[in-house]
């Protein structure tokens, strides 16, 4: 499925265009924001590269996964999620906002828009996301959508010069249609 466009109460997801560039620096560039994520943060240059990778890999058939730009109402690129495919019908989520833009809920948006995504359209059976134990937005976030702990992983990524730790989160197909009954849309 190319190209694919969620709109949301103020966000939208969009495939990722060459002339995101720049303002993707804002989230990938900005070591503040690579400090909890599975990366270190990327020169401009490997990001170049990066993006023409994404772009290129979402027009694959069958696409491996579906990582959209999060973009505001000016189409001004805050962010990013994704949703990677995996087997037996399973997603895994991450996500990440430019600095400049944290505590204003376009996580918890964007999360929630492609969780519906995930399970309406993909026909998901499981989604999980993985965090740092430090990261407590993101723990935060992971349980205002209900997802369940799952446990750590152990030495689960090398970042920043050193291996990190994961928490593992899941939410199943039912129980996201459950929360979403239970508070109306997630926003």
């Known amino acids: 499925m190319f190209p694919v466009v969620i709109t949301g109460p103020r966000l939208t ?3 990722f ?6 303002p993707s620096m804002a989230v990938v560039g900005d070591p503040e924001v690579t400090r909890t994520l599975s990366f270190d943060a990327r020169s401009r240059n490997d990001q170049a590269e990066r993006l023409a990778q ?31 495919l995996g087997r037996d019908n399973s997603g895994e989520l991450g996500y990440a906002i430019r600095r ?19 399970f309406d359209t993909l026909h998901l059976h499981r989604i ?12 935060r ?5 209900a997802f369940t702990p799952e446990g750590r992983i152990r030495d689960h990524v090398f970042t ?12 199943l197909d039912h129980e996201w249609r459950n929360q979403r009954t239970s508070v109306g849309e997630v926003q």
């Open 13 to 15: 997801l969009r495939e």
């Open 17 to 22: 265009q060459a002339d995101d560039l720049d």
């Open 54 to 84: 994404d772009i290129t890999r979402a027009q694959a058939q069958p696409r491996p996964d579906y990582y959209l730009a999060i973009t505001n109402s000016t189409d001004l690129l805050v962010g990013f999620i994704r949703i990677g």
């Open 100 to 118: 400049a833009d944290w505590g204003k809920g376009y996580a918890t948006e964007a999360a929630a828009l492609m969780l519906n995504f995930g």
């Open 128 to 139: 999980q996301a993985a965090c740092g134990p430090d990261n407590h937005a993101s723990q």
């Open 141 to 145: 976030l992971l349980a205002r959508l």
């Open 160 to 171: 920043n010069g050193g291996w990190r730790d994961s928490l593992l989160y899941s939410i």
